[in-house]
């Protein structure tokens, strides 16, 4: 059985990322590519706690650099690895460039990262908002954080932190990567996301480079299985039945 791809969405808030990885899983479904997604940092239970530390305990930069590449090893470990052995396609908010641009420990967490095998993507995709999307998500964004009511924790107060400068960082961690990567504007400040017609051409050389519209695609097609996105807006955690049993 051939392997699925690991693939890992990325950019800065508001390039729509969340809505960005479910209009892609819909559109591979179309033509029976099985995939998983989820968030990092998150993941199953571990990941999921690993996450409620990072957003509501104070820790030094060093501690949250290493907190999150434990979250990428558990993540390797429990769901990447396994799913793309089976050929499933498995789909990332979130990895590594995020942790470039946010945390200033690149040394400490690209050691980690080596030194416990942490899944290296196959295809990085970049996202880019238009300047009308950014302005107006911006704004949005300094109106929120005026609201006495809101409650901003730990991981959105880094994210407005390095919030002017994201955009910049994320187009050099791009720049300097040197495997498979494109890069879109999906996020164009209008009301409603791309049609799924205008999704599969926005990302056509993408779903070129994985043999989309071949007859006989490299990868494995037609594994049926509800696996979703982990995030705190509704969905549904990774579906268990899919990995191997833990070792007692």
Same mark, same amino acid.
């Given at each position: 059985?051939?392997?699925?791809?690991?693939?890992?969405?990325?950019?800065?808030?508001?390039?729509? *990322?969340? =809505?960005?990885?479910? +209009?892609?899983?819909?559109?591979?479904?179309?033509?029976?590519?099985?995939?998983? @997604?989820f968030r990092s940092p998150g993941g199953l239970d571990g990941?999921?706690? /690993?996450?409620e530390l990072l957003v509501n305990t104070v820790l030094s930069?060093?501690?949250?650099?290493?907190? !999150?590449?434990?979250?990428?090893?558990?993540?390797?470990?429990?769901?990447?690895?396994?799913?793309? *052995?089976?050929?499933?396609?498995?789909?990332? =908010?979130?990895?590594?460039?995020?942790?470039?641009?946010? +945390?200033?420990?690149?040394?400490?967490?690209?050691?980690?990262?080596?030194?416990?095998?942490?899944?290296? &993507?196959?295809?990085? $995709?970049? %996202?880019?908002?238009?300047?009308?999307?950014?302005?107006?998500?911006?704004?949005?964004?300094?109106?929120?954080?005026?609201?006495?009511?809101? +409650? /901003?924790? @730990?991981?959105? +107060?880094?994210?407005?932190?390095?919030?002017?400068?994201?955009?910049?960082?994320?187009?050099?961690?791009?720049?300097?990567?040197?495997? =498979?990567?494109? *890069?879109?504007?999906?996020?164009?400040?209008?009301?409603?996301?791309?049609?799924?017609?205008?999704?599969?051409? %926005?990302?056509?050389?993408? %779903?070129?480079?994985?043999?989309?519209?071949?007859? *006989?695609?490299?990868?494995?097609?037609?594994?049926?299985?509800?696996?979703?996105? $982990?995030?705190?807006?509704? !969905?549904?955690?990774?579906?268990?039945?899919? @990995?191997?049993? &833990?070792?007692?």
């Amino acid at each position: 059985m051939s392997k699925g791809l690991f693939i890992v969405v990325e950019g800065a808030d508001f390039a729509g *990322k969340t =809505t960005f990885v479910k +209009q892609l899983k819909k559109v591979l479904g179309m033509q029976d590519f099985s995939s998983v @997604l989820f968030r990092s940092p998150g993941g199953l239970d571990g990941g999921e706690a /690993i996450r409620e530390l990072l957003v509501n305990t104070v820790l030094s930069e060093e501690v949250r650099t290493l907190i !999150f590449s434990a979250n990428r090893v558990d993540s390797t470990q429990k769901i990447i690895n396994p799913l793309i *052995k089976k050929g499933i396609n498995v789909i990332s =908010t979130r990895w590594r460039w995020s942790s470039n641009v946010y +945390q200033d420990n690149q040394k400490v967490a690209d050691y980690v990262d080596e030194a416990m095998g942490v899944a290296i &993507p196959d295809i990085y $995709i970049l %996202l880019e908002c238009s300047e009308e999307a950014f302005d107006k998500s911006l704004k949005a964004r300094n109106e929120k954080m005026l609201d006495e009511d809101y +409650q /901003i924790d @730990l991981m959105d +107060q880094e994210y407005t932190q390095h919030y002017a400068s994201a955009k910049e960082r994320f187009n050099d961690e791009y720049e300097a990567y040197a495997g =498979t990567k494109f *890069k879109f504007v999906y996020n164009q400040g209008k009301p409603k996301p791309p049609t799924d017609e205008e999704f599969i051409e %926005l990302v056509k050389p993408f %779903l070129s480079e994985i043999g989309y519209f071949e007859e *006989k695609p490299s990868l494995p097609r037609g594994l049926v299985h509800d696996a979703v996105y $982990i995030d705190d807006a509704g !969905f549904e955690p990774v579906d268990e039945s899919l @990995l191997p049993k &833990p070792r007692v």
